[in-house]
């Protein structure tokens, strides 16, 4: 026999279990639906974030190129660039404020501070190969790692630190590199930093390294001044190119972040 064959029965049984299951029914719906609304309230707050930081950072890269000629400018790219580390911290464009900052220190040869400031970008996006997986699993937490990033600032770290005269900590940035991005630029550099301690040979022996890799990438030839070092240095003549090179190390680094904005 139907153990619910009434209708009086099927109400019984139905209050009995809503008794026994109606409180946990009503929580789990509710939460649920928090789950849900919650998710689509911080992704709507995560893409308005995102659409006002690449505002400011358009914003900031006008300000840095008026800069050269009003000296307001920088100011007011200093600002923009803080601004952006305080309110998008761990953003792809929170390290790109924190290049700018450097670079502006390096403007008003602040270079102490344009030292920390890169230090602290390399330590938060180290130049490290990363796999497939731990590059899925950060996007899938809303993380990022951008180790060509951190191979940047590595450069210009470096650049700082000769400027600063301290070519030992200058080699030894270089050659804790983890990836081979920047590779030329690591070698001219390096080139340099050598020619800067009269060790011509090693200065050579980085300069020809650097034409080799340029002469090895498809579409790209060694710069012209990284030729002249190098013919100079093989003449047995000063490297006349080096010392400028050394003395800007913020400047020329052709090399701009892909953000789909104007580059810097």
Same mark, same amino acid.
């Given at each position: ?122 330590? &938060? ?33 470096? &650049? ?105």
């Amino acid at each position: 026999m139907d153990p619910y064959g009434t209708e009086e029965d099927q109400i019984k049984a139905l209050k009995q279990w809503w008794a026994r299951n109606g409180s946990s029914t009503l929580i789990g719906v509710g939460l649920a639906l928090a789950l849900v609304f919650g998710w689509q309230w911080w992704q709507q707050r995560q893409q308005g974030a995102s659409e006002q930081a690449a505002v400011t950072y358009q914003q900031l890269l006008q300000a840095v190129d008026a800069a050269a000629t009003d000296p307001i400018q920088g100011t007011t790219a200093a600002h923009l660039a803080t601004q952006l580390k305080e309110l998008n911290p761990g953003s792809r464009y929170a390290d790109y404020a924190s290049l700018m900052l450097a670079r502006l220190h390096v403007g008003k040869n602040e270079l102490i501070a344009a030292e920390t400031e890169l230090r602290a970008l390399l330590e &938060r996006q180290p130049d490290v190969a990363r796999g497939a997986l731990a590059t899925r699993i950060d996007g899938l937490l809303g993380r990022y790692a951008d180790p060509q990033l951190g191979a940047l600032a590595r450069v210009r770290l470096a &650049r700082v630190l000769l400027a600063l005269g301290r070519s030992d900590d200058a080699l030894a940035v270089l050659d804790a590199a983890g990836t081979d991005d920047f590779a030329v630029e690591k070698l001219e550099l390096r080139g340099d930093i050598l020619s800067r301690r009269n060790d011509t040979a090693g200065a050579i022996t980085a300069y020809r390294a650097a034409v080799e890799r340029a002469g090895s990438r498809e579409g790209t030839t060694a710069s012209r001044l990284l030729q002249l070092k190098l013919q100079e240095l093989e003449l047995g003549e000063p490297a006349a190119g080096a010392a400028p090179a050394a003395a800007d190390p913020a400047a020329a680094d052709a090399t701009t972040p892909d953000t789909g904005a104007t580059k810097q």
